[in-house]
């Protein structure tokens, strides 16, 4: 047998939540690196971390970041969404310290507390049932030590996600001061979507100006904060908007939601329970800003997505009203959720 080109450590099992809805299919790529991100989570199951041998001690077998990839795969394929957590270079780029010994991660699920039951059952399964074939193989570099082979993830555990602060762990409750703020919102208040995730596509600070050609503005939003926060009113009318939007013209209307805290207001769209929900990915490619040519130069550039009141102004005619997506819409964890 060829000298282990990888030795699996001790795991840091981190718990997230995975998905529940029969659309909500988990990607899985071969070959594909699923990295992990802040909206994953808050808990995830840390399943392993591997570390490559020094490379004088190296023969013929898979790198720790090719097995960490194939396990990712081999966790996917059953519905687990997993992923890859580069300790070293993630946290470096936090500034945050780390040891000699921080290696590749593999995280799985996301769930919201350490004893979600779902995630109780996803480790079990995890610590006692998941062997992929792959790791006996020893043209892969003896992966795995022999007293490993019958549960090779035994030791697998759940804990928060690593990129993540205190502070962000403890952001997704839902506070006094955000009740009041959005008491006013009505249907359309984020706090009332029951997904865990929704697409965040508008985001309104100060006095954002929404153009209005000859309509007054809804009463009900100036109520909100007061007729000079423009940036509440501009959230909550374009929400509306767009849960009426083949009312304007356009295909169909959209689940959509506002939500409002000190520093500003936004609008989101859709209800999830995986941040892995492939519906996420298409509202972000429909939301976020198309290359199209500049006017007066010909050249492409960036240019935001809009959502205008009626989508074809008759004419010449200005539109009632006009507000700009934000460039990159991103997912974002509900509050409470």
């Known amino acids: 047998m060829s000298f282990p080109r990888i030795m699996l450590a001790c795991a840091i099992a981190i718990s997230v939540v995975f998905a529940s809805s029969a659309d909500a299919k988990i990607e899985a790529i071969k070959g594909k690196r699923y990295s992990l991100h802040k909206v994953h ?85 995890i610590q006692n049932k998941f062997h992929p074939a ?60 029951k997904g865990r995730y929704s697409v965040k596509v508008a985001t309104f600070r100060g006095k954002t100006i929404v153009q209005v050609a000859g309509k007054k503005t809804d009463d009900r939003a100036f109520n909100l904060f007061g007729e000079s926060d423009e940036s509440a ?56 800003s198309k290359s199209k040519p500049n006017p007066k130069t010909g050249r492409q550039q960036p240019t935001p997505e809009l959502f205008s009141i009626p989508k074809n102004p008759v004419g010449q005619s200005l539109p009632d009203k006009l507000w700009f997506f934000d460039q990159k819409p991103r997912p974002v964890r509900v509050p409470g959720r």
């Open 233 to 288: 009113t501009s959230a909550w009318e374009l929400a509306t908007a767009l849960r009426q939007a083949r009312k304007y013209g356009y295909e169909r209307n959209y689940e959509a939601w506002v939500l409002h805290n000190r520093s500003e207001s936004y609008v989101t769209v859709g209800s999830f329970d995986s941040p892995d929900d492939p519906r996420i990915r298409q509202l972000m490619e429909e939301f976020k």
């Open 134 to 193: 792959f790791l006996q193989r020893e043209e892969n570099g003896a992966i795995i030590a022999k007293q490993a082979e019958a549960k090779p993830f035994r030791r697998a555990f759940v804990v928060a996600n690593p990129l993540r602060s205190s502070e962000e762990m403890g952001a997704n409750a839902v506070t006094d001061e955000m009740k009041q703020l959005n008491s006013d919102n009505g249907k359309v208040s984020l706090l009332k979507n």
């Open 41 to 125: 989570g808050p808990h995830m199951i840390l399943v392993a971390t591997l570390h490559n041998v020094d490379p004088a001690l190296r023969s013929e077998g898979m790198s720790a970041e090719e097995a960490a990839d194939e396990i990712v795969y081999q966790l996917r394929r059953i519905g687990i969404p997993a992923y890859v957590f580069h300790q070293e270079e993630q946290l470096a780029a936090q500034g945050k310290f780390i040891s000699r010994q921080a290696g590749i991660a593999i995280m799985a699920g996301n769930f919201p507390e350490p004893g979600d039951k779902k995630a109780q059952k996803v480790l079990k399964y």
